[in-house]
């Protein structure tokens, strides 16, 4: 009989630049996956160093103006008891791949024989790399329940490590060569997936502590991700997620998603769940059918989409059984409000159709926030002013809060590519340093080559600003509502959550 091997799961810490305002850790829904995909194959203990050091006080200052949020790779370290023999680790941020980096180094020097396996966005996108920069063995690169489980019964048999199975990218152990095997074959049916196998992970330190992507410390939210989807049909050039998951939209039955949170709210005290799908909501039957029976289950839970939904289907009637099924946080993505850029990102969206959705969507009682993207190769100071007359449209329609990112250039993404062709970027530590900047309210690099970084800065702060002032305007009771949560200590609106954030951080 073919003996159980030892595996470690873990999930690399978050990191935080000093100024970002919006921190929103949640459980690792992707890891869940694998592990449940193999559990019946090895002894796996579970180690998540977020759900450790979950709190916005507890972050270890690492170098740069960048923390660490969870366990230090020391601390994670000293707190593995059984020497594994294969561990996986997993990574989504390429931000975090120096702190990940040193994680696999200490990993490596304390257990030597143990084989080192990465899988999440960062090591699909950026695998080779990864492979010659740190002592990991094998990186799994896209979907990675089929491919980890092969592996881990492959390694059982002969404690060997394997060269040839596909959807790897392998490390030839004495040469240093990488093998790559090629993309393994898409999953077709969601619903043969095992559900997340939480019972391995510390849910506790996460729900127990009010932490969670849309929980923020609110007092009483338990909030879990779910998972309705895999893929997303569209091109925008600034995502990654189609290196990862491909473009071949695939969505479980609704009655099956619908099961896995009654599941999660009888067994955790879930009364919330925050859809991780990059594009969950396409066909608008399967919206109303997944609307219409969680209506009839009656579980009192909310729920939201926090990754940003496109409008196509949000009309009226959507948005009205919406909010009636629970739902009370949605986010739109329109990126930009030119044009121009618009077809630059390959963004296809309809903006007047956009406005639309949003006006029922806060006639609906459902609270919204917009995404904006700044810094394209290609934008001009005439687009950025497009983009805040579209702001102002957006506080009119009665957008709840806005957040304005420079573009992130991530490895996978098609401009990335493009920046890399032109010599504009190069995987470096400056380059990860600065993927932790464009999402807070630092100063960050500029790719537009017709305005500079400190142009790009005072365009992001303006779009704030020129947003709450509109929005203050047309509604002047959401000030004091503003000035109610800060007192308070409690964020009901994103924009309390992060100044109340950067507060916190301060004290530290």
């Known amino acids: 009989m ?99 980096r040193l994680l696999l180094a200490l990993l490596k020097e304390k257990f030597p024989r143990c084989i080192l396996i990465g899988g999440g966005e960062h090591f699909t996108s950026a695998a080779d790399y990864s492979l010659h920069n740190s002592p990991l063995d094998i990186c799994v690169l896209g979907e990675g329940e089929a491919t980890i489980r092969e592996l ?28 790559d095997n090629g993309r393994r074959q898409r999953i077709d049916d969601l619903k043969s997936l095992k559900p997340p196998a939480w019972e391995l992970f510390n849910v506790a330190g996460f729900l127990d502590r009010g932490v969670g992507n849309s929980a923020n410390g609110l007092q009483g939210v338990r909030a879990m991700p779910i998972a309705a989807s895999r893929g997303c049909p569209y091109e925008c050039t600034f995502c990654s997620n189609s290196t990862m998951w491909g473009r071949d939209w695939r969505i479980r039955p609704c009655a099956d998603v619908v099961a896995e949170m009654k599941r999660l709210v009888g067994r955790y005290g879930v009364n919330h769940f925050d859809f991780c799908d990059p594009s969950a909501f396409i066909e608008k039957k399967w919206v109303l059918e997944f609307c219409g029976l969680l209506i009839k289950e009656n579980l009192q839970a909310t729920w939201g989409l926090p990754s940003g939904t496109r409008a196509e289907v949000l009309d009226k009637e959507a948005l009205g059984l919406l909010k009636r099924a629970g739902c009370n946080d949605l986010d739109y993505a329109p990126e930009s409000g030119s044009d121009y850029i618009l077809g630059v990102m390959k963004k296809k969206i309809d903006k007047k159709q956009l406005l639309v959705s949003m006006r029922a969507c806060a006639k609906a009682g459902i609270r919204t926030k917009a995404n904006l993207v700044l810094g394209y190769p290609e934008e001009k100071r005439r687009h950025v002013l497009e983009t805040y007359w579209y702001i102002v449209k957006m ?113 530290l």
């Open 2 to 100: 073919t003996m159980k091997k030892k595996v470690l799961a873990l999930r690399s810490p978050a990191v935080i630049n000093e100024l970002s305002a919006a921190v929103s850790p949640c459980l690792p829904i992707g890891l869940a996956y694998v592990v449940a995909a193999i559990e019946d194959l090895a002894e796996i203990t579970v180690l998540d160093p977020v759900a450790e050091k979950p709190l916005i006080s507890e972050l270890t200052p690492f170098k740069d103006g960048v923390s660490i949020l969870g366990l230090t790779p020391e601390e994670i370290i000293a707190k593995i008891k059984d020497a594994p023999e294969l561990c996986l680790v997993s990574s989504m941020f390429s931000m975090e791949w120096p702190v990940t």
């Open 395 to 507: 506080a009119l329609a009665g957008i709840d809060d806005l957040l304005v990112t420079t573009v992130s250039a991530y490895p996978g993404s098609e401009l990335f590519e493009q920046l890399s062709r032109e010599g504009r970027i190069k995987l470096d530590e400056r380059y990860f340093h600065d993927l932790s900047s464009q999402g807070s309210l630092n100063v960050s690099p500029c790719y537009s080559r017709h305005y500079s970084k400190y142009e790009q800065h005072l365009f992001k702060l303006g779009g704030f600003a020129l947003f709450y002032f509109s929005a203050f305007v047309f509604r002047p009771r959401r000030f004091f509502i503003l000035l109610r949560d800060l007192l308070r200590g409690e964020g009901t609106t994103r924009l309390a959550m992060a100044l109340l954030n950067l507060y916190r951080r301060r004290k």
């Open 152 to 179: 881990v019964l492959r390694i059982s048999a002969d404690g060997q490590l394997p060269l040839d199975v596909p959807g790897t990218k392998v490390k030839r152990p004495g040469t240093g060569e990488i093998v």
